[in-house]
């Protein structure tokens, strides 16, 4: 047995589902827009849309982090790390009128600034002979300089004895100075020994200068020949450093004598 259709009690239930459906639906449209809008909190804004140059609408992007302020068109060196290719310069903006408006450190000058050069070094002395010079095996050269009382300067090149061998042979049997101007002896710590003029075909004229370049005394000095047994020996007032030989009488010329002194540029 079945209920008529207009019966009140079929009618009551089904005006309750029908309420229930309705709060059912509520409910869900309601959960789904309090997700949306939370989730849509949680993302970046939409963008905007802006006019370009030509008119036409264009998505702006958010600006990127502030970096270092401009400096002008202040010149980079550049760099071996790296095989980019070089940023181009860019140039300070225009001052403005407005009061409010903040301006950043003065630019850097772009103009170029004189810088005074180094000092160069002294040249040494080459080892090549020079014109007219004719090198004597076993010995160096090597340019001194004279400084005179009244600080006249002159300045030659020798040639060099500055070991035991080259000390022990000097001039002997050599006819002139093979083009230079004298010959130096060179000691490692000052000395008191004398010269002699064994197997020297030439007269010489010797100075004597002590560890500080000082003239300490200078003789003239005659060849002795081979057969004599005890040549005569020639030595200095002082201690000496260094002693120099030139041909006998031309220690004047180059500015040797008392109050002189001997360095090595």
């Given at each position: 047995?079945t209920a008529p259709?207009d019966?009140?009690?079929i009618?009551e239930?089904?005006?309750?589902?029908?309420t229930?459906?309705?709060?059912?639906i509520?409910?869900?449209?309601?959960v789904g827009?309090?997700?949306f809008l939370?989730?849509?909190?949680?993302?970046p804004p939409d963008p905007?849309?802006?006019?370009?140059?030509?008119?036409?609408e264009?998505?702006s992007?958010?600006?990127?982090?502030?970096?270092?302020?401009?400096l002008?068109?202040?010149?980079v060196?550049p760099?071996?790390?790296?095989?980019?290719?070089?940023a181009?310069?860019?140039?300070?903006?225009?001052?403005?009128?407005n009061?409010?408006?903040t301006t950043?450190?003065n630019?850097v000058?772009?103009?170029p600034?004189t810088v005074?050069?180094p000092?160069?070094?002294?040249v040494?002395?080459?080892?090549?002979?020079?014109?007219?010079?004719?090198?004597?095996?076993?010995?160096?050269?090597?340019?001194?300089r004279i400084?005179?009382?009244?600080g006249d300067?002159t300045?030659?090149?020798a040639?060099?004895?500055d070991?035991?061998a080259?000390?022990?042979?000097?001039?002997?049997?050599?006819t002139d100075?093979?083009?230079?101007?004298?010959?130096?002896?060179?000691?490692?710590?000052?000395?008191?020994?004398?010269?002699?003029?064994?197997?020297?075909?030439?007269?010489?004229?010797?100075?004597?200068f002590?560890?500080g370049?000082?003239?300490?005394?200078?003789a003239d000095?005659?060849?002795?020949?081979?057969?004599?047994?005890?040549c005569?020996?020639?030595?200095?007032?002082?201690?000496?450093?260094?002693a120099?030989?030139?041909?006998?009488?031309?220690?004047?010329?180059?500015?040797?004598?008392?109050g002189a002194?001997?360095?090595f540029?």
């Open positions: 047995m259709a019966d009140p009690t009618v239930t089904r005006r309750r589902r029908v229930w459906l309705r709060r059912l509520w409910i869900v449209l309601l827009i309090v997700a939370v989730e849509g909190a949680d993302n905007t849309l802006v006019p370009d140059e030509t008119g036409a264009a998505a992007e958010p600006a990127p982090p502030d970096g270092p302020e401009d002008g068109a202040a010149a060196m760099t071996t790390t790296t095989s980019d290719p070089p181009a310069p860019t140039t300070a903006p225009p001052a403005t009128s009061p409010g408006a950043g450190p630019p000058p772009s103009a600034t005074a050069a000092t160069p070094a002294p040494p002395p080459t080892t090549a002979p020079a014109a007219g010079r004719r090198p004597l095996p076993g010995f160096d050269e090597v340019a001194f400084t005179r009382p009244a300067v300045n030659g090149v040639l060099l004895a070991d035991g080259s000390r022990g042979r000097g001039l002997m049997e050599q100075l093979r083009g230079y101007d004298a010959m130096v002896f060179r000691f490692p710590a000052p000395s008191e020994g004398g010269f002699f003029m064994r197997n020297t075909l030439i007269p010489l004229s010797i100075a004597f002590d560890a370049g000082r003239f300490v005394s200078s000095m005659e060849p002795c020949p081979d057969e004599v047994e005890d005569p020996t020639t030595g200095a007032d002082g201690p000496y450093l260094h120099i030989e030139v041909a006998q009488g031309d220690l004047p010329g180059l500015g040797i004598g008392p002194d001997l360095s540029p």
